[in-house]
């Protein structure tokens, strides 16, 4: 089975640290994706990376970096937190092999709160 | 561009009634098509999927028929439980799996 995890299920942080999220995968995946969910909004793409050192923002990079240093892990990055960056954050994976469905496979998920 | 557009919530449903949460899509080409669903608390988890026209994916006694003619994947399940109780994502991925597009989430409540 597919493991994705992340490295904390709940973190409280104040306003203006720096902040770092970490998601590992195990199956060798060349694609990786940060989410971040809230309510009324679904699911908005913040960054995704195709291959180690490689990255490409998504809908809403604003305040947030990333990076790819391993295969297997994909970091996010608030530079300087803020309390409207408190939210569910959301890993995921996915293969490049063709022929795939492509299905992406998510983490438990990192709720944050700013304070 | 791609899309997904699917009902709004939430939805509440008797324990053993008939589900149906509505998804249509907009893409180019032959996208595969999934239904996630989240559990409180919790990530997203692959409920089904379907990779060509015709294809019906099914997982736990929830269904789902990609429809090109009706551009449709309709999750469909014929008796519900209180533990299906969740929010329900409708997504697509484009053909070089690049891109994934989701619905904005069905929240589903099953009462007893």
């Known amino acids: 089975d597919v493991k994705v995890t992340q490295s904390s299920r709940y973190l409280v942080k104040r306003t203006g640290e720096k902040v770092f999220l970490e998601c590992v995968q195990d199956?060798?995946?060349?694609?990786m994706f940060w989410y971040r969910q809230d309510p009324g909004l679904g699911l908005r793409l913040i960054y995704f990376?195709?291959?180690?050192?490689?990255?490409e923002k998504g809908d809403i990079p604003e305040g947030y970096s990333v990076s790819r240093e391993k295969k297997e892990r994909f970091s996010l990055i608030l530079e300087s937190a803020s309390t409207n960056q408190t939210s569910m954050y959301l890993c995921?994976?996915?293969?490049?092999?063709?022929?795939?469905?492509?299905?992406?496979?998510f983490g438990p998920g990192t709720r944050l709160t700013v304070t | 561009g791609d899309s997904v557009t699917q009902m709004e919530g939430p939805v509440t449903l008797s324990e053993e009634a008939f589900l149906t949460i509505n998804c249509t899509y907009t893409?180019?080409?032959?996208?595969?098509l999934f239904w996630y669903v989240q559990y409180p608390g919790e990530g997203l988890q692959l409920l089904l999927k379907?990779?060509?026209?015709?294809d019906k994916g099914s997982n736990k006694g929830f269904e789902a028929t990609y429809r090109k003619e009706t551009t449709s994947f309709h999750l469909e399940k014929g008796s519900v439980q209180v533990s299906d109780s969740a929010v329900y994502f409708c997504?697509?991925?484009?053909?070089?799996?690049?891109?994934?597009?989701f619905g904005t989430g069905t929240s589903l409540t099953v009462i007893p």
């Open positions: 995921a994976s996915s293969t490049q092999t063709g022929g795939s469905s492509y299905e992406q496979y």
């Open positions: 199956m060798d995946h060349e694609n």
């Open positions: 990376s195709y291959d180690v050192k490689m990255k």
């Open positions: 893409a180019t080409g032959y996208p595969s």
């Open positions: 379907a990779t060509k026209a015709d």
């Open positions: 997504a697509l991925s484009d053909l070089t799996g690049n891109q994934f597009y």
